[in-house]
């Protein structure tokens, strides 16, 4: 004789799978008919395309032609040359993948800990939780920018460096939106089951709770993206963050100084691109909140 209690299991399970596959359309419909949104996706599409085809330029981005140095955009040139002849639509292309890479690894790092911390800390709860966010309040204190710029003012900072410091002090806004959605989620029913049939609190974590805050975490995410792609281009552009002859929107702004007056799409067209990709980032970022959670 079947079980009527494996029934009703079954039942809202699927019951619930029906229901997460109509929100998710929902969320694709409400995010497809905000026009700010998809421009954000389509420039973000652009750059990012652009950025990884860069080896099909035929020029080299660090090759010196001191004869053809600042040339104006022209047809051979689409952005010009800098003060060393070099290709400049190259460079801003080269310096285009240092930029994303720089953004996305740095997010991995931060959203990982951020993650992490939130969950350990809103989860066990009790002492553990007050002395993590008292932990989490004296770092949110500190100027992060500033530590920043101690730390490579005072390190020889490689790429990898800058993505490990930018990461490393750029999760704590994660932390306090990953505790408050787990805050919710842990007394919610399947949790509660999860905990009487006795798993882990790491197998709770990882299988029941993770799974449901996923959607802040895509928003943290898409805006700590932005965050650090911002911060590189000022250490660069204060000449502490990628060395030459590397190439980053920051440093061809610090590079341009020199030159505004003489050749100032020098420091148009990296400014064009530093603006688009931080704005079309927020701007994603928000589209997605408002998609995932219309309610606030």
Not at 86 to 99: A, C, E, H
Not at 165 to 185: C, E, H, K, P, Y
Request: glycine share 6%; aromatic share 12%; with cysteine.
């Amino acid at each position: 004789m079947k079980d009527s209690r494996f029934t009703f299991v079954e039942s809202k399970q699927q019951g619930t799978e029906v229901s997460y596959v109509s929100r998710q359309d929902s969320v694709w419909q409400t995010f497809k008919r905000d026009k700010r949104a998809m421009f954000a996706v389509a420039v973000l599409t652009l750059l990012m395309i652009a950025s990884a085809l860069a080896f099909l330029s035929p020029y080299d981005p660090n090759e010196l032609a001191v004869q053809n140095k600042l040339q104006p955009p022209s047809s051979a040139h689409w952005f010009g040359t800098d003060e060393y002849g070099r290709d400049y639509f190259t460079r801003i292309l080269y310096g285009g993948q240092v930029s994303l890479a720089v953004g996305f690894a740095a997010m991995i790092i931060s959203v990982s800990i951020g993650v992490l911390f939130g969950t350990i800390s809103a989860y066990v709860g009790g002492a553990l939780d007050n002395l993590m966010m008292r932990l989490l309040d004296i770092l949110m204190s500190l100027p992060s920018f500033f530590l920043i710029m101690i730390l490579s003012a005072y390190l020889k900072l490689g790429f990898v460096s800058i993505i490990l410091i930018i990461g490393f002090l750029s999760w704590m806004d994660v932390a306090r939106i990953v505790r408050a959605q787990t805050l919710t989620i842990k007394q919610r029913e399947f949790v509660l089951y999860a905990q009487a049939t006795g798993a882990s609190k790491a197998r709770i974590i990882w299988k029941h709770i993770v799974p449901g805050i996923i959607p802040s975490i895509i928003v943290a995410a898409s805006l700590n993206v932005a965050y650090a792609i911002l911060t590189e281009s000022a250490l660069s552009f204060l000449g502490l963050g990628i060395k030459p002859p590397d190439s980053s929107w920051g440093s061809m702004l610090n590079n341009a100084q020199a030159y505004i007056g003489q050749a100032s799409y020098l420091a148009v067209f990296p400014g064009i691109c530093v603006l688009l990709l931080i704005l079309a980032f927020n701007i994603l970022g928000d589209a997605l909140q408002k998609a995932i959670e219309p309610k606030r």
